[in-house]
Nanobody, 118 residues
Framework: QVQLVESGGGLVQAGGSLRLSCAAS????????MAWFRQAPGKEREFVAS????????SAADSVKGRFTISRDNAKNTVYLQMNSLKPEDTAVYYC???????????WGQGAQVTVSS
């Protein structure tokens, strides 16, 4: 199993930047990938970005491409989400997730609130 702890959320003005961190512990060596999702009030949870644990290839939602960057530090078992040019519509609770192979994401962090003011 994997345990995930997020940090780095907060309040920022539109156009600003924030970096989220997700520290993983447990059986991390067998992970397939880690990802960030977000859920805005009254909306369904949506995919933001993912990164393969081995190799580091990434994927991102069209809504964040060019603004958000996902990266990892395998030595620290940590995944980051660098968020630039933030918009009010990026306001949401951001969740870190992990999975083994291509199964569904079974492991989730507690969530980090990101609020972007206009």
């Amino acid at each position: 199993q994997v345990q995930l702890v997020e940090s780095g959320g907060g309040l920022v003005q539109a156009g600003g930047s924030l970096r989220l961190s997700c520290a993983a512990s447990g059986r991390t060596s067998s992970m397939y990938d880690m990802a960030w999702f977000r859920q805005a009030p009254g909306k369904e949870r949506e995919f933001v970005a993912s990164i393969r644990w081995s190799g580091g290839s990434t994927s991102a939602a069209d809504s964040v491409k060019g603004r958000f960057t996902i990266s990892r530090d395998n030595a620290k078992n940590t995944v980051y989400l660098q968020m630039n040019s933030l918009k009010p519509e990026d306001t949401a609770v951001y969740y870190c997730a992990a999975r083994y192979m291509t199964a569904s994401y079974a492991y989730w962090g507690q969530g980090a609130q990101v609020t972007v003011s206009s």
